[in-house]
């Protein structure tokens, strides 16, 4: 069975770090590209970042570029969004999701990532 | 900046069919693939169609994906109370090198 399993959510101050995992099994995790998608409370969703299979592609929405890094450790099965410089509007919960736009997507069950003082 | 509009809101009654669209600002939209997501209240979002119109495995043919000049389409016929949820379309836009979803449409069974 295909799991993606979200975690490192939590409460940061505002300029703080974060760093969201995502852990796959039950898949060949180094042939699939990675995303990470957010979506604000009551919002819709946004695409954050996606990363090709050997880490060769990597892009980033305008709305994070310098701050956040997205990296995968193929021999653990990872995915990872390292979040710098955090601010208000940057509270989400955050999803890893394979191949995001099909046909075999999967998406894990979310970390939620708040911002405030 | 490739920008995907849907209407906030389609409704229609149990058993009718419904069309949501998914509209875009520039020209890239014709060299792009939409894809389209239902999203139940408190669970993450489900893919109904990709490629513009293919459907994943399991997703019954109620469900129907089209394409026309900048505008795409999802279709839902045979509507029941379960269906009611956010939907959303997506895309890659090559030219942006980035992706993209629309604001979503919340669609309701009356």
């Known amino acids: 069975e295909v799991q993606l399993v979200d975690s490192g959510g939590g409460l940061v101050k505002p300029g703080g770090s974060l760093r969201l995992s995502c852990a796959a099994s039950?898949?060949?995790?180094?042939?699939?590209?990675m995303t990470w998608v957010r979506q604000a409370p009551g919002k819709g969703l946004e695409w954050v970042s996606s990363?090709?299979?050997?880490?060769?592609?990597?892009y980033y929405a305008d709305s994070v570029k310098g701050r956040f890094t997205i990296s995968r450790d193929n021999a653990k099965n990872s995915l990872y969004l390292q979040m710098n410089s955090l601010r208000a509007e940057d509270t989400a919960v955050y999803y890893c999701v394979r191949d995001v736009w099909g046909p075999e997507t999967s998406w894990g069950q979310g970390t939620l990532v708040t911002v405030s003082s | 900046q490739s920008v995907l509009t849907q209407p906030p809101s389609v409704s229609a009654a149990p058993g009718q069919k419904v069309t949501i669209s998914c509209s875009e600002s520039?020209?890239?939209?014709?060299?792009?693939?939409i894809s389209w997501y239902q999203q139940l209240p408190g669970t993450a979002p489900k893919l109904l169609i990709y490629d513009n119109n293919k459907r994943p495995s399991g997703i019954p043919d109620r469900f129907s994906g089209s394409k026309s000049g900048t505008s795409a389409t999802l279709g839902i016929t045979g509507l029941q109370t379960g269906d009611e949820a956010d939907y959303y379309c997506?895309?890659?836009?090559?030219?942006?090198?980035?992706?993209?979803f629309g604001g979503g449409t919340k669609l309701t069974v009356l």
């Open positions: 520039s020209s890239n939209i014709g060299n792009n693939y």
């Open positions: 039950g898949f060949t995790f180094i042939i699939y590209s």
């Open positions: 997506g895309t890659w836009d090559s030219s942006l090198s980035a992706g993209v």
């Open positions: 990363i090709s299979s050997s880490s060769t592609y990597i």
